[in-house]
Nanobody, 123 residues
Framework: QVHLVESGGGLVQAGGSLRLSCAAS????????MGWFRQAPGKEREFVAA????????NYADSAKGRFTISRDNRKNTVYLQMNSLKPEDTAVYYC????????????????WGQGTQVTVSS
């Protein structure tokens, strides 16, 4: 079992930055790939970024490339999402997720989910 708690969301103006954190507890954090997903009102949950267990392989949605950076600190059992140049269309609830094994980008590939943190970008 892996328990995930996100933090760092909030209200920011367009062009601003936020850093999301996801603290994990439970078994074998460093054997899990980690992902960030988001869900805007009325839309399906979508992939944002993922990182493998060691942190040396990442994957990004096209909407996140060049603006967002995913990273992890296995000593702290924490994964981060640095979000720069934020746009109003980035407004959503952001979720952290974990899965054993390799990186995947599908919602159904992940076994463990946090409760989400709201990110609101004003224009």
């Amino acid at each position: 079992q892996v328990h995930l708690v996100e933090s760092g969301g909030g209200l920011v103006q367009a062009g601003g930055s936020l850093r999301l954190s996801c603290a994990a507890s439970g078994s074998s954090f460093n054997s899990h790939a980690m992902g960030w997903f988001r869900q805007a009102p009325g839309k399906e949950r979508e992939f944002v970024a993922a990182i493998n267990w060691s942190g040396d392989s990442t994957n990004y949605a096209d909407s996140a490339k060049g603006r967002f950076t995913i990273s992890r600190d296995n000593r702290k059992n924490t994964v981060y999402l640095q979000m720069n140049s934020l746009k109003p269309e980035d407004t959503a609830v952001y979720y952290c997720a974990a899965k054993r094994g390799v990186i995947r980008i599908g919602v159904k590939d992940y076994n463990y989910w946090g409760q989400g943190t709201q990110v609101t970008v004003s224009s």
